[in-house]
């Protein structure tokens, strides 16, 4: 008789069952899933970061600055249009600058999908920025001496300020969207659009705010310019845009 059967089986004694190849690759990918966790997050920039760069600044300044100018505009061109004529406005009605407002909407959506592509990779962001600001300058300065043509001159003069004004619009908030995409890399783009609509609904809650009180007194108190000088004072945020866009972004942006 051997005494050794009769003797209880410790742990060591069991051999531990072989793990199958594939739950074996399993676990390595588990295990490294943390570590890949922890290189995603390391690379995402923190808003300190984001703020250190001068073209992430450029962009939020400039964004203010024209969501401010734009919405001003939006605000403007219609009070004056429906405005008397003996107040200085162009003493149009209603249906009227419904008809004008749809007119350049259309043309302009013809022009942000046909046109605005194949003009950005050539003369980029930056420029398009600056030379669409400049554009408007004059056109913003024309508005108000439609009223004083003659009607039909005067109305297809309005219609074309308008439409340039408009256009003007969207290619700078293309651009600036393009421009804020790239002053940071991928792992900071959330956050910095974040902070751009942040710092930008200041200049669209402004914009309106400032256009109708400052329209409101230009037509009813004695100032030797009178209704016009709304539209210098778009002016000459329009030029203000083109300026910080030349000394403050990159003067090579351009996708080809």
Not at 200 to 213: D, F, M, Q, T, Y
Request: with cysteine; proline share 7%; aromatic share 8%.
């Amino acid at each position: 008789h051997n005494s050794e059967e009769g003797a209880p089986i410790g742990p060591a004694d069991v051999a531990s069952p072989s793990k199958a190849p594939g739950e074996a690759s399993g676990a390595a990918e588990t295990a490294q899933q943390p570590e890949a966790a922890e290189g995603d997050k390391a690379q995402q920039l923190t808003m300190k970061e984001i703020l250190y760069r001068p073209m992430a600044i450029a962009s939020l300044i400039l964004y203010c600055t024209f969501c401010l100018v734009i919405h001003a505009s939006d605000e403007i061109l219609p009070l004056w249009a429906i405005a008397s004529q003996e107040k200085g406005g162009f003493g149009g009605t209603p249906t009227f600058i419904g008809i004008v407002l749809s007119i350049t909407g259309g043309l302009m959506g013809v022009f942000q999908l046909i046109i605005y592509p194949l003009m950005t990779p050539y003369v980029g962001p930056r420029d398009m920025l600056i030379f669409s600001n400049l554009i408007s300058i004059p056109f913003y300065l024309l508005v108000p001496f439609t009223a004083r043509m003659q009607r039909g001159l005067g109305d297809t003069v309005l219609v074309l300020s308008v439409l340039v004004t408009r256009v003007v619009a969207t290619v700078s908030f293309s651009s600036l969207f393009l421009v804020t995409n790239a002053a940071v890399e991928a792992a900071g783009r959330g956050r910095l659009n974040g902070m751009s609509m942040t710092i930008g609904s200041i200049g669209k809650a402004l914009g309106p705010l400032w256009g109708s009180w400052f329209f409101a007194w230009s037509i009813n108190t004695r100032n030797p310019i009178g209704a016009p000088l709304v539209f210098i004072l778009l002016g000459v945020g329009s030029f203000a845009t083109a300026a910080l866009s030349l000394l403050f972004l990159p003067k090579v942006m351009r996708s080809k």
